[in-house]
Structure formats: structure tokens, C-alpha cells
């Protein structure tokens, strides 16, 4: 009985219910283009006329099924009274000619079974009520709604119309249960995701995944570069406290100006995670943009992150002495190159800083070429084991991300006794970058 009158049972009769009433225009519609066709004046009364006008609603429930926004309606109504969970159907409009076909099939069948199980239960019903109520009624027996012959007004088959009407009541239950099973398995068929909806899916994951290791590596390379300096100033500065008072105010103040500055670049980034999706720039919906202007790499836009203009800025803030020879004119590299390079240079600087022999200078050394921009950089090893940090280990892997990106590549390890850092980027990569 739960099969036929539980709470899954009883929903699903309503929404078969719902699709009797969304049919009843076009019925109408096909009753009266059965009527001017064939100038039978009792068309609203025959049987042949009503399958007729049925056959013809059909085709015009298909064709309203076609529009974009009957799935997303469909699929609510799904979800809430087919008891389908939400991952096996799809969002949002049908886009697509594969989606708006399978979304106008399963509104043409739950249109159909809903037509039919409402005729059902309409006509039904009150014809079991009243057969139920033969027994107890001498008026209903000798009345002529029921439609029953003479031959059945005998008093043992009169007694057995209770029974008859219960069977007749659950008729209606029992293909209600049926034309529900049936909609709940086709749903996912025909409003589940096509392979296009799949894609864009995907893409959107992608997207997302891209811009969270975007901001990943903007504040491994920023903020960590900023503490390392940090620490490295305020320990010297301990070191001298008694000593040299001259050097702990310029130390501190560099430690002011560099967690200022990075302050300012955390809360740039930060505003990315807070954006909700609806700026114009956003590549999906959701999804913050990572592009900002044209000619400009991820997170390289107008007023963000900056670039080889203000290196010897960096330079002279890093906390490690730097022996730089720029071969070319590096200040003039503009675009996604210029801030993917600074970027690495900084965390280039702050390896050395980690795991550097203390006080030991920085060679770097930067050549723009006709073709590619070349960074390298190499420092003293300090001959202590590099110290293994818990979720560490992302800065050369960022840096090689950094290089990819712009269709560069990056080399990293031991040389002699120094530790080499090599980064080479492709000057047309800003083209690269935006396709």
C-alpha cells in the first residue's frame, strides 16, 4: 500500500496531476481543430473526438517544449515531486539542440501520462464512490448516472459493489504508480546533462581551480617573499639592538614599508575571492575574472602587481645583498611577461633568503633578448640540509607554473657550489596568455 498511497506515491500522483492541467490548453485547442474539421457538433462528447484532440495536443506540447526555459521548470518540479536528487539532473536552460530536444521529449511525456492519469482519476473516482454506495442507496440503484444494466440489479451482485469500487479506486493508484516509476527513470535521461552541459561544467571547475592556484602562488610568492624579509630584518636588528641603534630604526622601517606593502597586495588579492561573480570580466558566472585588460596576463591588470619597473625596488627592500647586471632594457618588458618575471625573481630572492648561506650576495642577471627574456640568479649554498616546512615546497613548483603559463620553461639545482636558478620567458607570451 506504501507503493500506491505513501508520500513519494501521493507526490508523484501530483505531479501527474500538474501535467493533466498544463495539457488542458492545448486539448482544448485540438478539440476545437477537431471540431471545425470534421463539423461534428458532439465532439465534446464523443470518445473518438476527445483521443482525437489528444493526438493533436501532442505535437504542440513538443513544440512549447523546445524553449529554453522549460527545463530548468521541469527540472524543479523533478527534483521536489519525482523525488530525484539533484546531481543526475541538469542547470539552467537548455542551450543547446541536443538539451531543448530531451527537455521538449520529457515535457511531452509527463504532458501524455499526466493527461491520462487525470482523465483516470477524474472519471473514476466518483464512478467508484457511487458503485461503492449501491448497497445503502435505493435511489442510486434505480438511477441512471451509473449507467448499469438491469441484469446486474441483483441482490448478491449488488452486495459485492463495495468490493467493485475499491478495485475501481485503486485503478487510478495503481497507474498513477506505474506513469510516476516511468517519469523518475527517464528523468535523468532526458533532463539529466548533456555532453555539452558536462563540458561546461568542467570548464567552469577549471576555471575556478586555475584562479584558486593563481592566488595561491600570488600570496606564496608576496606574502612569503615579505616574511622571510621580515625575519631576516628584525633578527639582525636583534642581534645589534645594544650596538648599533642606527641600524634597528632603518631595519624597522624597512619591516613597516614592506608588511605595508604587502598588506596592500593581500588585500588586492583577497577582493578577487570576494568578488561574486557578477563583473563583467568573469570568463563564467561565479568565477572572478583573472584577466583585466587586453594585452595583459592573468592578474597583470591596471593597478594590479607589479612588474620589472620596480624591481630595484624589491632589490633594494629584500633583506639580502645583490649584484644585478640587466642585459637589454628589463624595465621596458610590459604585460603578463613583465609581472610573471617579477614574480619570479622575488621568489627567487626569497629561496635565498630560506636557504641561502647568510650575508652571502645574490647574483642576478637579466637579458632581454629579440625573442625571450632570460632570468638568472645564483647564490652560495649555505651546506646545512634545506629545511623541509609543513605544506612547503611550492615556490620552484610555482615558478615552473609561472614559466608554462607564457609558454617558458624554468631549471633549478645545484651548480658547483651554488644553487642556479634559470627562467626563460617568450616576449610574444602576453599574446599566449590571453588566448
Given at each position: 500500500m506504501t507503493a500506491l498511497f505513501?508520500?513519494?506515491?501521493?507526490?508523484r500522483w501530483l505531479h501527474l496531476i500538474i501535467g493533466g492541467a498544463l495539457l488542458m490548453p492545448y486539448f482544448l485547442v485540438g478539440m476545437v481543430a477537431v471540431g471545425a474539421s470534421g463539423g461534428d457538433d458532439g465532439v465534446f462528447s464523443s470518445i473518438t473526438g476527445r483521443f482525437t484532440a489528444?493526438?493533436?495536443?501532442?505535437?504542440?506540447?513538443?513544440?512549447?517544449?523546445?524553449?529554453?526555459?522549460?527545463?530548468?521548470?521541469?527540472?524543479?518540479?523533478?527534483?521536489?515531486?519525482?523525488?530525484?536528487t539533484a546531481e543526475r539532473l541538469a542547470e539552467g536552460p537548455a542551450r543547446t539542440r541536443q538539451a531543448r530536444v530531451r527537455a521538449a521529449g520529457w515535457y511531452?511525456?509527463?504532458?501524455?501520462?499526466?493527461?491520462?492519469?487525470?482523465?483516470?482519476?477524474?472519471?473514476?473516482?466518483?464512478?467508484?464512490?457511487?458503485?461503492?454506495?449501491?448497497?445503502?442507496?435505493?435511489?442510486?440503484?434505480?438511477?441512471?448516472?451509473?449507467?448499469?444494466?438491469?441484469?446486474?440489479?441483483?441482490?448478491?451482485?449488488?452486495?459485492?459493489?463495495?468490493?467493485?469500487?475499491?478495485?475501481?479506486l485503486c485503478a487510478p493508484a495503481l497507474s498513477a504508480a506505474a506513469a510516476g516509476e516511468l517519469l523518475a527513470r527517464r528523468a535523468p535521461v532526458l533532463l539529466g546533462p548533456t555532453p555539452d552541459d558536462r563540458l561546461a561544467a568542467a570548464e567552469r571547475r577549471a576555471a575556478a581551480l586555475a584562479l584558486r592556484n593563481r592566488l595561491?602562488?600570488?600570496?606564496?610568492?608576496?606574502?612569503?617573499h615579505a616574511l622571510s624579509a621580515v625575519t631576516l630584518q628584525a633578527g639582525a636588528a636583534r642581534r645589534v639592538l645594544a650596538d648599533d641603534p642606527e641600524f634597528v630604526r632603518e631595519a624597522l622601517a624597512a619591516i613597516e614599508e614592506t608588511t605595508r606593502r604587502t598588506v596592500g597586495e593581500l588585500d588586492s588579492m583577497l577582493g578577487l575571492l570576494r568578488q561574486d561573480g557578477e563583473?563583467?570580466?568573469?570568463?563564467?558566472?561565479?568565477?572572478?575574472?583573472?584577466?583585466?585588460?587586453?594585452?595583459?596576463?592573468?592578474?597583470?591588470?591596471?593597478?594590479?602587481?607589479p612588474g620589472l619597473d620596480a624591481l630595484d625596488g624589491l632589490l633594494a627592500r629584500c633583506g639580502v645583498p645583490v649584484a644585478y647586471e640587466a642585459l637589454g632594457e628589463p624595465g621596458a618588458v610590459t604585460g603578463a611577461v613583465s609581472g610573471e618575471a617579477y614574480r619570479i625573481v622575488q621568489e627567487g630572492l626569497s629561496n635565498a633568503l630560506?636557504?641561502?648561506?647568510?650575508?652571502?650576495?645574490?647574483?642576478?642577471?637579466?637579458?632581454?633578448?629579440?625573442?625571450?627574456?632570460?632570468?638568472?640568479?645564483?647564490?652560495?649554498?649555505?651546506?646545512?640540509?634545506?629545511?623541509?616546512?609543513?605544506?612547503?615546497?611550492?615556490?620552484?613548483?610555482?615558478?615552473?607554473?609561472?614559466?608554462?603559463?607564457?609558454?617558458?620553461?624554468?631549471?633549478a639545482g645545484p651548480h658547483g657550489g651554488t644553487w642556479r636558478l634559470t627562467a626563460r620567458l617568450p616576449l610574444d607570451a602576453a599574446g599566449r596568455a590571453e588566448r
Amino acid at each position: 500500500m506504501t507503493a500506491l498511497f505513501g508520500r513519494r506515491a501521493r507526490l508523484r500522483w501530483l505531479h501527474l496531476i500538474i501535467g493533466g492541467a498544463l495539457l488542458m490548453p492545448y486539448f482544448l485547442v485540438g478539440m476545437v481543430a477537431v471540431g471545425a474539421s470534421g463539423g461534428d457538433d458532439g465532439v465534446f462528447s464523443s470518445i473518438t473526438g476527445r483521443f482525437t484532440a489528444f493526438a493533436y495536443a501532442l505535437p504542440m506540447a513538443a513544440v512549447t517544449g523546445l524553449f529554453p526555459l522549460v527545463r530548468p521548470l521541469s527540472v524543479a518540479a523533478a527534483r521536489a515531486l519525482c523525488g530525484i536528487t539533484a546531481e543526475r539532473l541538469a542547470e539552467g536552460p537548455a542551450r543547446t539542440r541536443q538539451a531543448r530536444v530531451r527537455a521538449a521529449g520529457w515535457y511531452t511525456l509527463h504532458l501524455a501520462l499526466g493527461g491520462v492519469v487525470s482523465g483516470m482519476t477524474l472519471a473514476l473516482t466518483p464512478f467508484a464512490v457511487g458503485v461503492m454506495g449501491l448497497p445503502f442507496s435505493a435511489a442510486l440503484r434505480d438511477s441512471a448516472l451509473l449507467g448499469l444494466p438491469p441484469a446486474l440489479d441483483r441482490p448478491w451482485i449488488v452486495a459485492l459493489t463495495p468490493l467493485a469500487g475499491l478495485a475501481l479506486l485503486c485503478a487510478p493508484a495503481l497507474s498513477a504508480a506505474a506513469a510516476g516509476e516511468l517519469l523518475a527513470r527517464r528523468a535523468p535521461v532526458l533532463l539529466g546533462p548533456t555532453p555539452d552541459d558536462r563540458l561546461a561544467a568542467a570548464e567552469r571547475r577549471a576555471a575556478a581551480l586555475a584562479l584558486r592556484n593563481r592566488l595561491a602562488r600570488e600570496l606564496h610568492d608576496s606574502v612569503g617573499h615579505a616574511l622571510s624579509a621580515v625575519t631576516l630584518q628584525a633578527g639582525a636588528a636583534r642581534r645589534v639592538l645594544a650596538d648599533d641603534p642606527e641600524f634597528v630604526r632603518e631595519a624597522l622601517a624597512a619591516i613597516e614599508e614592506t608588511t605595508r606593502r604587502t598588506v596592500g597586495e593581500l588585500d588586492s588579492m583577497l577582493g578577487l575571492l570576494r568578488q561574486d561573480g557578477e563583473s563583467a570580466n568573469g570568463p563564467e558566472d561565479g568565477v572572478p575574472a583573472l584577466d583585466q585588460g587586453p594585452g595583459q596576463g592573468p592578474g597583470q591588470g591596471p593597478g594590479q602587481g607589479p612588474g620589472l619597473d620596480a624591481l630595484d625596488g624589491l632589490l633594494a627592500r629584500c633583506g639580502v645583498p645583490v649584484a644585478y647586471e640587466a642585459l637589454g632594457e628589463p624595465g621596458a618588458v610590459t604585460g603578463a611577461v613583465s609581472g610573471e618575471a617579477y614574480r619570479i625573481v622575488q621568489e627567487g630572492l626569497s629561496n635565498a633568503l630560506r636557504h641561502g648561506a647568510g650575508g652571502a650576495p645574490v647574483e642576478l642577471r637579466i637579458a632581454v633578448r629579440e625573442e625571450d627574456l632570460e632570468i638568472t640568479m645564483e647564490n652560495p649554498l649555505s651546506g646545512r640540509p634545506p629545511v623541509l616546512r609543513p605544506g612547503g615546497g611550492r615556490g620552484l613548483r610555482g615558478i615552473a607554473e609561472r614559466a608554462a603559463l607564457l609558454g617558458g620553461r624554468t631549471e633549478a639545482g645545484p651548480h658547483g657550489g651554488t644553487w642556479r636558478l634559470t627562467a626563460r620567458l617568450p616576449l610574444d607570451a602576453a599574446g599566449r596568455a590571453e588566448r
